[in-house]
């Protein structure tokens, strides 16, 4: 199954792909994970996008379709995939739709006060990734990872001035993307205001 996950920054894409990853067997592709790791790594990729990510604005188009598609050629996501994060421009979905087939997008309804204090209240596991929320899924020790330990850090995109920027970039350039897949029949509509396990009987509900 070759699902999109697509919503606002801080829609509950990320925590819900990774659930759903592991109780279908299919990899979380996160473009912007991949940028992250890019970045940490200090490639030449990473030394690219850092600045681009630190604002909140789009990595070129071109840049990012060529990592996706790499990245879909691995063995792995042969039997599906949930991209999360991508496409996030027309060009991007249309240059996707030249590679892959594509089953449903689900679409992550939210308001913007509600993206705002999730974003603001973002932790994120420096070793492994995993995702907290202070308010709705906290570590059981402050400022540690559950799985590993690690030390959770705030995304230099879950700032104030960032957030904001990112809801603009999302509303002009993604956005957009909602009547796109309407259009072609594959849009499912879930409400993404409530819990990560509402959510994730919502998107069930739509795959079974
Ligand atoms: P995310 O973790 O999905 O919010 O992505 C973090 C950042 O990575 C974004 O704010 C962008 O700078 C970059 N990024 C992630 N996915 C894409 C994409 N599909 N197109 C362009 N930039 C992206």
New binding site residues.
Partial sequence: MNLIFLGA?GAGK?TLATLLSREYGIPQI????L?RAAVKEGSELGNK?KG??EK????P?SL?VELVRQRLAKADAGGGYIL??????IV?ADALAGFEQIDHVINFEIDDQLVIRRLSGRRVCRSCGAIYHVDNMPPKVEGKCDRCGGELYIRD?DKIDSIKN?LRVYKEQTEPLIAYYRDKGLLREIDSSRSPQHSLEQIKGILE
């Avoid at 996160?30 to 994970?33: I, R």
């Avoid at 909140?56 to 990595?59: C, D, F, I, P, S």
Wanted: glycine share 16%; net charge negative.
């Fill in positions: 920054p990320g996160s473009t912007g994970d940028f996008v681009i990510m909140g604005e789009l990595v188009d990012t999360d994060g991508f496409p996030r421009t991007q995109d990112r």
